[in-house]
Nanobody, 131 residues
Framework: VQLQASGGGLVQPGGSLRLSCTASGRTLDDDAIGWFRQAPGTEREGVAGISSEDGSTYYADSVKGRFTISRDKAKNTIYLQMNSLKPEDTAVYYC?????????????????????????WGKGTQVTVSS
């Protein structure tokens, strides 16, 4: 099973990017999905998540109102739409999946600053916000 995050790049402050998370060898339909980011010298931060139970979404306070996570089952892809990007959003972004996490479990992982993990992790994609 391989997850792959893609869609990163260099964008000016205020710009937008859409990240994609795809999986080979696995259907993501029934998985809890999380997007995480990590900048050099910092702890891993949970950015957004979507529950497998009822599609509930969760966002870090730092990205609420700017980022949107969504699931496209037909394409087996999870998206992270990022708008109004700021320099502090610069990081490597990762997606992760777990078939065994409840909504509360997903929230705990997202807020754990790297203490808890998920079953499947993808290679990251670099997002750089700079003028």
């Amino acid at each position: 099973v391989q997850l792959q995050a893609s869609g990163g790049g260099l964008v000016q402050p205020g710009g937008s990017l859409r990240l994609s998370c795809t999986a080979s060898g696995r259907t993501l339909d029934d998985d809890a999905i999380g997007w995480f980011r990590q900048a050099p010298g910092t702890e891993r931060e949970g950015v957004a998540g979507i529950s497998s139970e009822d599609g509930s979404t969760y966002y870090a306070d730092s990205v609420k109102g700017r980022f949107t996570i969504s699931r496209d089952k037909a394409k087996n892809t999870i998206y992270l739409q990022m708008n109004s990007l700021k320099p502090e959003d610069t990081a490597v972004y990762y997606c992760a999946a777990d078939p065994n996490l409840s909504g509360s479990g997903l929230l705990r992982v997202l807020t754990s600053r790297g203490r808890y993990g998920m079953d499947y992790w993808g290679k990251g994609t670099q997002v750089t916000v700079s003028s």
